[in-house]
């Protein structure tokens, strides 16, 4: 019987695969204006070609921590469109995630921008500490 419970748990042990956590990420808040550097692969006549693509929006939700599976809602809009992308920020295609600007904000999730319109969509702009000591 000992036998039979030490063979099931064995079999029920499989090998985790191995994610790679990026360690320099900057930390991302909802609020803040950010441009995402992501790899992207072309193929033309059988010929392969990498170029980045860059996605400068507002985040407005960050979701799942710090893990792993961590993820950011970035909002952009083009021609008067609201287009949202989702990130998983250790993504091994995204190259670099920069902080164009930070606001100050209430909430942990800016749902509410989606419909703002004007006035209330709005946010204030906060002065980082690294920029006041040059």
Known sequence: MAEEIQKEETVTETPKEETVAKAELPEIKPGDTVK????????????????????????????HGKG????????KIIDGIGVEKIFPIH??????????????VRRSKLYYLRTAKGRKARL??????????E
């Open 36 to 63: 995402v550097y992501q790899k992207i692969k072309e193929v033309k006549d059988k010929k392969t070609k990498e170029r980045l693509q860059v996605f400068e929006g507002l985040v407005l939700a960050k979701k």
């Open 68 to 75: 792993i599976t961590a993820t950011i809602t970035v909002r």
């Open 91 to 104: 993504l091994s295609s995204i190259e670099k995630i920069e902080i164009v600007r930070s606001t100050k």
């Open 124 to 133: 204030q702009t906060v002065e980082s500490k690294e920029k006041e000591g």
